[in-house]
């Protein structure tokens, strides 16, 4: 059962353009991370959120937590090819057994220059 | 301060051999976790430990086993490998605090023949 819907599966921009990866799930989750993977490598933290209606800012990233504790959205603003990898979203269920996450399936994104 | 260390970084194995996967952590975290990566698929949980002495199963264990041999490292072991075990396989590690943050290694890819 995959707990998360990551949409969309894959991303293709140009460079300078506005982009927004959605994390959908019907469970209400303690916290929500975004990692980021580049190839060959582990996933990176790149932000928690915990509130619902929280929203974070990360220089050209904004992560923003639903109301409800069950969704999340990524917005990046102006991407550069740096920003190329793949894109996790986590969430942490306390309800359940403390420590796990369940990840979604990732955005795949490519930013060409 | 390495973070999460993996050996070996690559694996060939023909069916039905046998091997096993180092992890070390030197953060003096608690919780490590045991995950595969496969195309499409995200990150999947084998098995996990919440803390030395414990471990459990995650969503896809079958065919795997583990052991906490410490509070620093966490093997994961392959009795008789089969070629659906081709994976890039990733440990991680993480504290109990206000969120579950994980660190992950950098990965060993292994391939079944």
């Known amino acids: 059962t995959q707990l998360l819907e990551q949409s969309p599966q894959f991303l293709s921009i140009q460079e300078g353009e506005n982009l927004t990866v959605y994390c959908n799930s019907s469970s209400v989750f303690s916290s929500l991370q975004w990692y980021r993977q580049e190839p060959g490598e582990g996933p990176v933290l790149l932000v928690t959120?915990?509130?619902?209606?929280e929203v974070k800012k990360l220089k050209r990233l904004t992560f923003q937590f639903g109301d409800a504790r069950k969704d999340s959205s990524l917005h990046i603003t102006a991407a550069q090819p740096g920003d190329t990898g793949l894109y996790l979203c986590a969430g942490e269920d306390r309800g359940s057994t403390l420590g796990r996450l369940y990840f979604g399936r990732g955005t795949q994104l490519t930013v060409w220059p | 301060n390495a973070g999460v260390t993996q050996t070996p970084k690559f694996q060939v194995l023909k069916t039905g051999q046998s091997m096993t996967l180092q992890c070390a952590q030197d953060?003096?975290?608690?919780?490590m976790y045991w995950y595969r990566q496969d195309p499409g698929m995200g990150l999947r949980l084998i098995y996990y430990?919440?803390?030395?002495?414990?471990?459990d199963k995650g969503e896809v264990p079958n065919g795997y086993n583990v052991s906490r041999l410490n509070k620093r490292e966490f093997s994961l072991r392959l009795e008789s490998a089969a070629p659906s075990q081709t994976s890039v396989y990733f440990c991680a590690s993480s504290e109990i605090g206000l969120t579950y943050e994980q660190y992950f290694g950098p990965g060993t890819r292994l391939t079944v023949t």
């Open positions: 959120v915990v509130t619902g209606g």
């Open positions: 953060m003096n975290h608690n919780s």
């Open positions: 430990s919440a803390s030395e002495g414990t471990t």
